[in-house]
């Protein structure tokens, strides 16, 4: 049931971090690869090692943002793929700017990024798995999806809290036609851009962490499990699922203390 053998599976943001993981994962289960990233090089590199593997690729520089492209790129897997089984929607950026300082434009484009391009994303897949009658996506939101983060992240949120109702209804819509949508919500991942704010202030990684009671930050690798999970059969019945993949952070409620944080928990017996 975990098998991806014969199956094609296409990954966005596939040149690195979450995508580059999944897009691993899969082919070692035995998934062809449509790969697709602005970064060409090291999309290509990760072309490289998926056909190490024996699996084909596409590799793709669309632009996810562009409905009218990505419709293009569809026509093109169609001329190389016989299906598409499994749509991982990674790619896509946001901004940060203080609520009453972020321009219109910068709301409109990552809207357009984050919602708009990740919908047609769903729907050339979607249309395309609706008639062979069976396929999954996996939809990448945040932890920003369900709760504010705060830190200037107001367009980011919105349009993440738009990937969640965006998989419910596609679930709602297509589950009976064999077409299933799940969303996996991540924490704080590693990836070059975090890295960097984290050089930048060396106190980011603590702050963050005193919201994850597995007491460290999230890595690409992490991904690749429930990526799987999603995508192969051992699902079937999982579909409409908001899945956190956080080590904690959306089960601790606000006003809790991590375990970590504690030197010593000192019981005690209410009084009679």
């Not at 190389?80 to 990674?90: A, E, H, K, R, Y």
């Amino acid at each position: 049931m975990w098998s991806m053998l014969g199956k094609v599976a296409v990954v966005s943001g596939a040149a690195q971090g979450l995508g580059k993981a999944t897009a691993l994962a899969l082919a070692e289960a035995g998934a062809d690869l449509v790969l697709i990233d602005r970064n060409l090089p090291a999309a290509e590199q990760t072309s490289q090692q998926i056909q190490a593997l024996g699996r084909r690729t596409l590799v793709s520089a669309c632009d996810v943002s562009d409905p009218t492209a990505i419709a293009e790129l569809f026509s093109t897997i169609d001329s190389q793929f016989p299906t598409v089984d499994f749509l991982g929607n990674i790619a896509g950026d946001g901004c940060l700017a203080r609520p009453e300082e972020l321009s219109i434009e910068d709301l409109h484009r990552v809207l357009q990024n984050l919602v708009v391009g990740r919908f047609a994303m769903c729907q050339q897949a979607g249309r395309r798995m609706l008639k062979q009658g069976k396929g999954s996506i996996m939809n990448i939101g945040s932890l920003a999806s369900s709760t504010a983060l705060g830190r200037g992240h107001i367009a980011y949120s919105m349009a993440m809290g738009a990937v969640i109702q965006m998989t419910r209804e596609l679930s709602t819509e297509w589950a009976h036609r064999g077409v299933r949508v799940n969303c996996v919500t991540p924490a704080q991942v590693v990836n070059p851009s975090l890295q960097a704010r984290m050089t930048d202030d060396p106190q980011l990684e603590s702050r963050f962490l005193k919201g994850i009671p597995a007491n460290r930050l999230g890595q690409p690798d992490d991904i690749r499990g429930i990526a799987l999970l999603l995508a192969s059969d051992a699902s079937a019945w999982i579909t409409g699922a908001i899945i956190p993949l956080d080590g904690g952070n959306m089960a601790m409620n606000a006003g809790a203390t991590p375990g970590h944080q504690l030197e010593k928990i000192q019981s005690f017996s209410p009084k009679n």
